[in-house]
C-alpha cells in the first residue's frame, strides 16, 4: 500500500488497527524469514549482497527519480541541513553500493564455535555465534541508512524491518525494490528484509509492541526519536544517545600532542557524536596550551565558553561556562572548557557531566594513562588520541550500525558482532550427571 | 530500620516516600562505591572474600538464631518446600562460607585488555572488561542467595543493593552484617554490598525506579516475581523465565545413550528449569526407544503424557497431552511425550513451544548433529548429553547468579562474565583524523 494513512481523517482507531494487522504481518514473516537466514550459507549471503549493490547501479534511474520526488515534497517543509541529508546523487548511490561490497568482503560473524573445552564431566561445552533473529531499524531522512543496515543484518544472518522517516519514503521504496531483487537473485528469502510502506506513525508503535516478532530495535536518529523507542520499546533497544566527549590534557602531556588532538576532536567535524564537546586542561600546564590552542580554534570558527580560571587567563571575551554548558552536546562550533587542579578533578568532572561515550587523556606519564583508563567509564577510553577515531570503520569492525552509549550487550561502534548473540553448545558420549 | 512499614496503616503515601528516599540513598552510596570497587585490587576483593566468609563461620550462632526467628515467624504462613529452602544449618552456613572462597580463586575478570592491534591509521585498540556498575538483586526465600550474589559482584568489581524476600529477612541482615564485616576487613567501601531492610514492597518498586543508580537488575525467583520485575524495571534486567527443554531422540540414536539421557534429564532433579519436560521420538526408533524407556520412568514415578502415536505404543493407561501440556514447565515428575516423523518436526515443534532454554539431539549421526546444532534457536544446544548439564559449574563459569533466557548481554548460564562489559580502548601518540 503507499497510501498515507495518516490523511485519512475520520477513521484514525480503523486505520491504527490496519496498520497495527500490517505490522503484524510484516512480523510474522520477518520470524519466517529469521530461521532461514540463520542458517544461510556464507556465500548465499555474500552472492544476495553483491546482486543487491548491482540492482542498486543498474536502478541509478529511478532511485533519482523517487528520491527526486521525496526533495520536491521537502523542499518546504525540511531544512537545508535535513534536504542535504535526504539527496541522493550518482556517487552517493555508488557508495552504497560500494559499502555492500564492503560487507560481503567481511568475514561471516555465524556459526563458529569457540571456547570449545573438555570439563571434568567429560562433556565439551563452546559458545556458538548466531544471529539475534529480526531486527527492527527505526531511522530517519538518510536513505542510505535503508542499505547499510539491510547489508548487516543480512550478513549477520538476522531478518529486518526497517521503518525509514517520512521524508524519504520514495527513496526507501526504490532501495527496498532493488535489496528484494538482490536477495531473490540469491535464493534467500525476500521477507528477510522488509521496508515498511506506510509513513504512518502507528507504524513505529506497532513495530515497538511485538516483542514476539522483533528481538531487538535500533533506533537512529534525533535525540527525540531515540528516547521515544526507548521508552516504548517491548524489546531490547540498542541505543545511542548523547556524546559530551572530553578531552582532558594532563599536566604531563606533550604541547604539540595535545593541541593537534584538541583541534582534530573539535573541529574535524562538529556535528558527529564522537567529537569533544569540553576540553579539561590541568592548571600547571593551561597557559602554556590554552595560549596557542585557543588562537587556533579561534581561526577555526570556535567560540569557546570558559571556567573562571580559563576567562581570567584569556580574557573576558571568552563567554562564561555554566553547569547547562557542561552537560551540553553542541554538535557545533562551540567548546566548553575547564582548568582543572589534577586528573582526579578531571575525572570528577567526566563521570558527573559526560555521557560515557568517548573521552581522551592526553598524558606522557604511563601510570596516570592507567589510571584513567581505568576509572574512566564509558564505551571508549582513549590515550594520546583524538575522540574522533570512535567510530566502527576506525576500530575495524568493517561497518557500523550505530554507536551505543549501552553498557550492556553491544557497547561504543556496534558492527557485525552486535548484531549476533553466543549460545552455549556441548557435546558428549552420552554423557549424564 | 527493622519495622515493616507495610504493617502501618493509614500513612501508606508517607512511609512509601520515605522507603523510596531510603532506597534513593542506598542507590547514591551504591554508585559511589562502585567507582572504587571498578578499581579495587584482585587481592583486596579476594581478602573480602576470605574475611565474609570466615565472619560467617565466627558468626553461626547468631545467624542460626536470626533464621530461627524467620522459621517460626513462617511456620503457619509457608509451605514445606519454602521452610526448607529458608531453613539455614551448620551444614549450610559452611558451603555459604565455602562458595566464597571458591569465587575468590576464580580468575579476576575486570582490567584484562584483549584484542588490541594497531589499525591502518596507526593506533592501537583493543577491548577492555569493565564492571557493569550497580547490580539489583531481588531475589526470594533462601537465605544463601545473599552471600553469593555479594560474592560475584564483589568479585567481578561491581557494587550490589540486594533485596530479599521478607520471609527470610533477619536470615538475611545477619549475612549481611558478616558481608559488611569483610569488606571493612578488607579496606573495601561497606556500601559495595548493601542489604535493603525494609520488607516493604515499595522498596522493590523503588528499585526498580532508579536507573540512575542501579546498572542492571537481576531477578531471582518464581515467574511472578520475574514478569513484575521486566515489566516495571526502568533499566535493563538479566532475567530467566521457563525452561521448558526437550530432547529429542533421533533415528540415528544408540538406544543406550537415549534411554541414560532421557531418564537423566528427566528424573535426577524434578524442580530444576535444565529438566527435560518435553521428549521427542524420532517414528522409526520409536517402539525401541520407548518401550523400555517408559518402564524405566514408571519406576521412577514418572506420569507420562502422551501424543496420539504414543499412547497407541504404550496404551491408553498414558494420558492425553493436549497443546497446554506441550507449553507446560511441570518442575515435577511428569513428562510429555511426542513420535515425530523426523527431526524437521522435531525442531519444529522445539521452536513452536519450547522456551530457548535447553535442548538436546541424541544421534549417532553427525550431519544430523550439525543441523539440529544450527537451527534450535536456545540459550544451550546439546549432542548426545543431559539438559541437565546447562549449569554454571558444569560450564566451568565457577559458580552462576542465574539462568538467562535473554538473547541479548548474557544467554545461557550467567558467571562472573555476565557482570561485566567490555569498553573500547585506545592507544595513540597524538593520532588524530
Known amino acids: 500500500m503507499s ?12 486505520s491504527t488497527r490496519q496498520i497495527q494487522a500490517q505490522i503484524q504481518t510484516l512480523g510474522k514473516r520477518a520470524r519466517k524469514a529469521a530461521r532461514l537466514m540463520a542458517a544461510a550459507e556464507p556465500g548465499d549471503k555474500n552472492a544476495a549482497l553483491f546482486a543487491i549493490a548491482e540492482a542498486l547501479v543498474a536502478n541509478k534511474d529511478s532511485i533519482l527519480a523517487a528520491n527526486a520526488r521525496d526533495l520536491r515534497d521537502g523542499r518546504d517543509k525540511l531544512d537545508r541541513a ?3 541529508r535526504l539527496e541522493l546523487n550518482d556517487q552517493r548511490i555508488e557508495q552504497m553500493a560500494e559499502g555492500l561490497r564492503q560487507v560481503a568482503a567481511l568475514a561471516d560473524p555465524i556459526g563458529g564455535i569457540t571456547d570449545l573445552n573438555f570439563r571434568p564431566s567429560g562433556i565439551q561445552v563452546g559458545r556458538m555465534r548466531v544471529p539475534l533473529g529480526v531486527i527492527g531499524i527505526i531511522y530517519e531522512s538518510r536513505p542510505n541508512v535503508t542499505a547499510d543496515a539491510a547489508a548487516l543484518c543480512l550478513k549477520s544472518g538476522n531478518a529486518a524491518i526497517l521503518r525509514g522517516g517520512s521524508e524519504a519514503a520514495h527513496s526507501n521504496q526504490a532501495i527496498a525494490a532493488c535489496i528484494t531483487r538482490g536477495l531473490t537473485d540469491a535464493d534467500l528469502p525476500a521477507d528477510a528484509v522488509q521496508v515498511v510502506e506506510t509513513t504512518d506513525r502507528a507504524a513505529v508503535a506497532a513495530m515497538l509492541h511485538m516483542p514476539e516478532y522483533i528481538d531487538v530495535i535500533v533506533p537512529r536518529g534525533g535525540k527525540g ?14 541505543k545511542h544517545l548523547d556524546g559530551v566527549c572530553h578531552v582532558y590534557i594532563d599536566d604531563h602531556a606533550d604541547v604539540d ?3 593537534a588532538i584538541a583541534v582534530n576532536a573539535k573541529t574535524q567535524r562538529y556535528g558527529t557524536c564522537n567529537t569533544m564537546e569540553t576540553l579539561l586542561v590541568a592548571k ?3 597557559e602554556k596550551i590554552l595560549q596557542p590552542l585557543s588562537q587556533d580554534l579561534h581561526q577555526a570558527g570556535v567560540e569557546l565558553r570558559g571556567c573562571e580560571r580559563t576567562r581570567k587567563l584569556l580574557g573576558p571575551s571568552i563567554k562564561p561556562a555554566s553547569d547547562a554548558d ?13 582548568i582543572v587542579d589534577n586528573m582526579a578533578q578531571a575525572i570528577e568532572h567526566i563521570e558527573t557531566w559526560g555521557s560515557h561515550h568517548t ?3 592526553v598524558t606522557e606519564n604511563v601510570t596516570r594513562a592507567r589510571a584513567f583508563i581505568r576509572a574512566v567509564d564509558s564505551a571508549s577510553v582513549m590515550v594520546n588520541a583524538s575522540t574522533r577515531f570512535a567510530d566502527g570503520f576506525e576500530y575495524g569492525l568493517g561497518a557500523e550500525i550505530g554507536i551505543s552509549t549501552d553498557k550492556l550487550h553491544a557497547r561504543g561502534p556496534v558492527g557485525l558482532e552486535g548484531l549476533t548473540s553466543l549460545k552455549y553448545v556441548v557435546f558428549g558420549d552420552g554423557h549424564v550427571r
Open 225 to 238: 526519536l531515540i528516547e521515544f523507542v526507548a521508552e516504548h520499546a517491548q524489546m531490547p533497544v540498542i
Open 3 to 14: 497510501a498515507n494513512l495518516s490523511d485519512q481523517a475520520g477513521s484514525e482507531s480503523r
Open 82 to 84: 535535513l534536504l542535504e
Open 257 to 259: 600532542k595535545a593541541i
Open 326 to 338: 557542561w552537560a551540553e552536546e553542541y554538535l557545533a562550533p562551540i567548546l566548553a572548557v575547564k
Open 359 to 361: 573521552d581522551a587523556i
Open 284 to 286: 600547571s600546564v593551561a
